[in-house]
């Protein structure tokens, strides 16, 4: 169940109601929808209180979505999520590379440069590696973050970085522009209600074996705890097939445009998890409708501490880009 207030509600009329629902026994989250204040409350669709006839409120949506702030039904527009001079939503193509970990700020300080003469918007670069086996390189972590601090000043970039651990959030949301929950982690639910408290956005991956509805119900944890600006990722799910690490479902663009208000992006190179084939999954994603590309690129591919084989050197990474480009222009999308 929804409410939606009416505009201007004084601070008592808004703690009356919220008191109202608290004594039901619910707990209210108070969400920004279309200009107006909504507040979201109980999956029920029937409480023992007639709150369309209450002071303040204009409207009560009994919704059998069940993530009611993520879909498209709640909202007539698309979210756009501005990031630096970017922004993540309908009218804009974004693209974001870099390395898959941050190694060393030499090597780090080059691939933004490179990447950023390219013609990429936003750096990405892992502190805090989730590596499948522990005797992994695990990441450079708080030096790591470090690193992409100084890398950012020295670039003028927005970056974005994985946050794996809450206690590491204060820290991270120092450095990061935007936070990235990690395809291990989609279903993290302590970390997802963190990061919706926080105020920047995040870029919430698919999870390895997760429906389409388990990723949007785990968007709606964020949303749902305040935090609107979510960007999802598809990144491959698990399939029978070991040519590419991954299945890029490529599906999943224009469908979960369709169910939901919010950006969608796709990563090839977690997805492919073999440089051949970035390319031509790149142009179908932005061809499928994604509102951008995350791209791992490398100095040295071939030496990478971390995902070498799925990793870009420059030059591909500047094929991709120039065709890109000419696949947005054709359907009339700006790349920045
Ligand atoms: C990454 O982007 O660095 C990463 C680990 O991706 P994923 O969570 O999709 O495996
Ligand atoms: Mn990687």
Redesign the pocket.
């Known amino acids: 169940m929804i409410l939606l207030l009416k505009k201007n509600l004084s601070d008592e009329q808004k703690s009356f109601i919220f008191g109202e629902i608290k004594k039901l026994g619910y707990e209210p989250s108070v969400q920004s929808v279309d200009q107006t204040e909504a507040i979201f409350f109980t999956e029920d669709k029937e409480v023992p209180f007639d709150f369309a006839n209450m002071d303040g409120v204009a409207k009560v949506i009994i919704s059998r979505q069940e993530y009611p702030l993520t879909s498209s039904k709640i909202k007539s527009e698309k979210t756009k999520i501005q990031v630096g001079p970017y922004q993540f939503g309908p009218s804009q193509i974004l693209m974001i590379a870099g390395p ?2 941050i190694e060393s700020e030499e090597q780090a300080l080059a691939i933004a440069r490179a990447v950023k003469k390219a013609g990429a918007h936003i750096l ?1 670069g ?1 502190a805090f ?2 590596r499948t086996s522990p005797y992994s390189f695990q990441g450079l972590g708080q030096e790591g973050l470090r690193i992409l601090n100084r890398v950012k000043k020295d670039v003028q970039m927005p970056v974005i970085t ?1 946050l794996m651990d809450a206690r590491e959030a204060q820290e991270t949301c120092e450095v990061a522009d935007i936070l ?6 989609m279903q993290n639910f302590s970390l997802l209600k963190e990061v919706g408290k926080i105020n920047k956005p995040v870029l919430l ?2 999870g ?1 074996s997760a429906t389409v509805k388990e990723w949007l119900l785990s968007a709606e944890y964020i949303l749902n705890q305040g935090n609107p600006n979510v960007i999802l ?1 598809e ?2 799910i698990r399939s029978f097939d070991s040519e590419t690490r991954n299945l890029l479902d490529l599906s999943a663009v224009p469908l979960v445009k369709q169910l939901s208000h919010l950006p969608v992006i796709v ?1 090839p ?2 997805a492919l998890g073999r440089r051949d084939l970035i390319e031509p999954m790149s142009l179908a994603a932005i061809a499928a409708g994604a509102d951008g590309l ?1 791209i ?1 690129v490398h100095d040295e591919p071939h030496k990478a501490l ?2 070498g084989a799925q990793a870009l050197s420059y030059s591909s990474f500047e094929a991709v880009i120039s065709k890109v480009k000419k696949i947005a222009g054709t359907f009339d999308l700006s790349y920045p």
Not at 180 to 185: C, M, S
């Open positions: 898959c970990s990405r892992g590696k989730p994985e990235q929950i990690g395809t291990r982690n991956k698919r390895l990722c990144r491959g990563d190179s977690h995350m791992e971390s995902d």
